[in-house]
């Protein structure tokens, strides 16, 4: 595994319990765990590719297949461990340089304004949890991954 120093990716690739809970999930390419450092907020998680890859263009056809059906798998599980009003898919790399997806349940006490909602996370990060929040919620998704998708 091609690993980069202060990478919070690698990191947790080579280390899966630097994440709240642990993998999630662990596939020939991605990995999904619950975001860290800190939790941004109770469900939110992360898909990364196991090898340090800074931008999706880099990624090979194996990778970009996989990540789909990794997309699918977790969004089907969120909805059922969650109940979210809409799962967010988004990614920027700006500070962590490894390629990464942040997949986030809108639950339905928050707004319907996906920029705002963005902002409360990312900027106010007025969703912050703890890291016991976190590894329950992470547990939560692992439990549903590997159901039959529906």
């Not at 297949?65 to 089907?76: D, N, P, R, W």
Request: hydrophobic share 45%.
């Amino acid at each position: 595994m091609n690993t980069h120093n202060n990478c919070l990716a690698c990191e947790i690739a080579a280390n899966p319990d630097t994440a709240p809970g642990g993998l999630i999930h662990e596939g020939k390419f991605w990995n999904v765990c619950h975001s860290a450092r800190p939790a941004l907020m109770r469900g939110s998680l992360f898909i990364f590719p196991k090898r340090h890859c800074e931008n999706i263009y880099d990624l090979t056809m194996e990778e970009a297949a996989e990540y789909g059906i990794v997309l699918q798998k977790t969004g089907a599980a969120m909805r059922d461990a969650f109940a979210p009003e809409r799962i967010y898919v988004c990614s920027f790399g700006e500070v962590m340089r490894h390629v990464h997806f942040h997949i986030i349940p809108r639950m339905p006490t928050m707004s319907a304004a996906g920029p705002e909602v963005i902002q409360a996370i990312f900027e106010k990060r007025i969703f912050v949890c703890s890291d016991e929040e976190a590894a329950a919620a992470a547990k939560a998704v692992r439990e549903r991954f590997n159901r039959k998708i529906s």
